[in-house]
């Protein structure tokens, strides 16, 4: 086996990585690493107000909106159908009961019998 226990046997140009990445790893020492800090305390509390800054716009915005559209009372509501009508005009109202034959315009018939 290998290094890596793969039991695959290394390559010449990963033999040679390994070595020097394996040096550089060996010449960094604690002097050359920077001293730990903890984070910043400012960053992190100006980001949290700025998000409740954004909320607190968004939500004044969303009750903007509720308001101008309640107030408003929406679209008008559309106008109810005219009743329908004919497509011709009047032309007088008919009666149901038809109009009696005065007697100076009525003609004896041919076949009636005369006197």
């Not at 109202?93 to 019998?113: E, I, L, Q, Y």
């Amino acid at each position: 086996m290998n290094e890596s226990g793969t039991g695959i046997t290394a390559t010449p140009v990963e033999e040679r990585l390994r070595a020097a990445l394996a040096a550089r790893a060996d010449s960094v020492g604690p002097a050359d690493l920077r001293p730990l800090r903890p984070p910043a305390g400012a960053v992190r509390s100006r980001r949290v107000l700025v998000r409740r800054v954004v909320a607190g716009v968004l939500v004044l915005a969303a009750a903007a909106v509720l308001v101008f559209f309640s107030v408003r009372g929406g679209p008008p509501a559309p106008r109810p159908a005219e009743p329908a009508r004919s497509p011709h005009p009047p032309t007088g109202t008919p009666s149901p009961v038809p109009s009696p034959v005065s007697p100076s315009t009525a003609r004896p018939s041919p076949s009636a019998p005369q006197r």
